[in-house]
């Protein structure tokens, strides 16, 4: 471990940081808002250790509090998290080859760690920038939860301080900057509209999968034949 730091340099030691400190503080909106929704105190703790997955954690906690069922909710995180499949063949290198390594390598991923490590062109700032935005991630989100969870005992309407927007806004913000290509906003905007009409009928959590028909939207879409030089 002691080579991944020495890797490291400013920069990209400051870039980490800042995103390990975002992350705290959406940990918190997630801890105060489990907590405040009537869920026990240790568990919201207990899926950021073993679950580790912000976006399936907060859809888990929602559609239960919604009133959804908690079998929905969980085929609802998975399928979000099928995205990490394609993940670990993109940063496999970085992740390392020895089994416990990849084991908790594996645990490790998230959107960040993957888009630090890809950044980086050479192999040992991809595998020093994947393992400190990890370790990093992992340890502040963690404490961040901790914090929310003990807040939210005190705390009866999250609503009031703007915790249930803080994970949302962050995603929004990690989605912006691919809506500029155009073969992304059509999926994207048939999987909103499914969602949105959806809703006011169907149980909470089922929305979310029905949003899964921009995918194939997207999947279906064929793009322009190359023309011929002449």
Known sequence: MRSIWR??????????????LADCLVGVSYGAIAVSSGFPLWLPMLMSLLVFAGASQFMFIGIVA???????????????NARHLPFGFAVG??????RSTRALGSHLMSDETVAFAMAQDEAPRRRAAYWACG?????FWNTGVLVGAYAGTAISDTDAFGLDAAFPAVLLALVLPSLRDKATRLPVLIGVLAALAATPFLPAGLPVLLALAGVLA????????????R
Not at 7 to 20: H, M, Q, Y
Request: proline share 6%; glycine share 16%; hydrophobic share 50%.
């Open 7 to 20: 890797t490291l340099d400013r920069g990209l030691a400051r870039d980490i940081g800042l995103v390990c």
């Open 66 to 80: 919604a009133g959804g069922n908690p079998f929905a909710a969980v085929l609802a995180g998975l399928l979000a």
């Open 93 to 98: 290198d970085a992740v390392g080859t020895r």
């Open 135 to 139: 370790l990093g991630i992992f340890v």
């Open 218 to 229: 997207g999947l279906t879409a064929k793009e322009p034949e190359p023309q011929e030089a």
